[in-house]
C-alpha cells in the first residue's frame, strides 16, 4: 500500500508541480526513510500513524544528532505528503500539521567580494582549452546568477548574441530570459571560436549542449563543482566556491549598485520576494558604509 501512495505523490509532484528530478529523489528519500522506520519499528502502516508515531521518529533523528535544517525539512516533506494523502482522501488526517518545525538560526549566503571575484578570473589559465571553457563559464554563472543545473542545460540556440540574453530552462519547467553582460558575451567568443571545436573532437561526440568536458559530450552538475573548486584553489583562496555561492554574489553585487530587490527576483527566476530579502543583510552593511563615510554629521 504505501509504495503505491508514495508513487501516487510522486507522479503529483512531477506533473501537476512540475518538480525537478533533485527534488522528487529528497522527497522520496525522506518518506521512503520514515514509511520504513514506521513498519519496521513501529508496526504502522502509513494509514495507521499518528501524532505520537511522529515524536518517536523525531526523537530517533535527535539521538543521531541530525541538525535542525535537516529535520525541518523532513517534517516539510512529510507534511506535504499527507496534505496530498488526505487532498486523495486515502487517510483522513494530517498527522504532521501539529507538528512543530525547529527554528532555524538564520544562515546570511556565501559571497565573494568584488577584488575577490577579481583575483578569480585573473588566476584563470586562458592559454589552454579548459581554461577558455571555465573563463567562460564563471563569467556566465557570475553574470547571471542562473543555477547549476540551469546552466548544465544550456544549449548553444540558448544563447542570442544580438539581444544579448540567455534562455534558461528554469526549475520546475519555468523558462526565463536573462541578459548577459559584455564580459561573459567575449568570453563565450573566445571559447565557441579557440576551445569548444577542440572539445568536441576530443569527446568525438556531436553535441548541442554550450560547456563541454573534457572526456565527455557535456559538463554535468558535479563537474561544474568541481571546475569551480579548482578555479579558486589555483586563486589560492581558503574558501570553496559552489555555484550558489556565485548566484549569491551576483545577487548582492546587483543590490550593492542599487538595483531593487524585485528586478533581482526576476533575474534569479525565484516565484517569491521574500525568498530575495535574504541578501539585503549585505545591503545594509554597504549603506552604512557609504552613509558614515558621506553624511557630514555621521
Not at 92 to 112: A, C, D, G, W, Y
Amino acid at each position: 500500500m504505501s509504495n503505491d501512495w508514495i508513487k501516487k505523490f510522486i507522479d503529483y509532484l512531477q506533473i501537476e508541480k512540475s518538480a525537478s528530478a533533485h527534488t522528487i529523489n529528497s522527497y522520496k528519500c525522506d518518506i521512503d526513510e520514515f514509511c520504513g522506520f514506521a513498519e519496521q519499528h513501529l508496526s504502522k502502516s502509513i494509514a495507521a500513524v499518528s501524532y505520537v508515531d511522529i515524536r518517536i521518529f523525531l526523537s530517533e533523528l535527535h539521538t543521531e544528532s541530525y541538525a535542525r535544517r535537516t529535520v525541518a525539512r523532513k517534517i516539510s516533506v512529510l507534511r506535504s505528503f499527507w496534505s496530498f494523502l488526505v487532498r486523495e482522501e486515502l487517510v483522513l488526517t494530517n498527522p504532521f500539521k501539529i507538528v512543530t518545525t525547529p527554528k532555524l538560526q538564520k544562515r546570511f549566503p556565501s559571497f565573494f567580494y568584488e577584488n575577490e571575484m577579481k583575483a578569480i578570473f585573473e588566476s584563470i589559465d586562458v592559454g589552454s582549452h579548459l581554461g577558455l571553457r571555465n573563463l567562460a563559464l564563471i563569467e556566465v554563472l557570475y553574470g547571471t546568477g542562473i543555477r547549476v543545473n540551469e546552466c548544465a542545460s544550456l544549449n548553444l540556440e540558448d544563447f542570442d548574441k544580438e539581444l544579448g540574453t540567455l534562455f534558461i530552462h528554469g526549475q520546475g519547467r519555468k523558462e526565463r530570459y536573462v541578459p548577459i553582460g559584455s564580459y561573459a558575451i567575449d568570453a563565450l567568443d573566445v571559447y565557441f571560436r579557440d576551445s569548444r571545436p577542440k572539445l568536441i573532437r576530443k569527446a568525438n561526440k556531436a553535441t548541442n549542449s554550450m560547456f563541454l568536458s573534457y572526456r565527455d559530450w557535456k559538463l554535468e552538475d558535479r563537474s561544474i563543482r568541481k571546475v569551480l573548486n579548482n578555479i579558486v584553489q589555483d586563486a589560492a583562496f581558503s574558501s570553496r566556491m559552489s555555484p550558489h555561492a556565485l548566484r549569491h554574489t551576483f545577487a548582492t553585487h546587483l543590490l550593492n549598485e542599487g538595483a531593487d530587490l524585485r528586478t533581482v527576483q526576476e533575474l534569479l527566476g525565484l516565484s517569491d520576494l521574500a525568498s530575495t530579502q535574504v541578501y539585503t543583510h549585505v545591503t545594509k552593511d554597504r549603506l552604512r558604509e557609504v552613509y558614515l563615510s558621506s553624511h557630514p554629521r555621521a
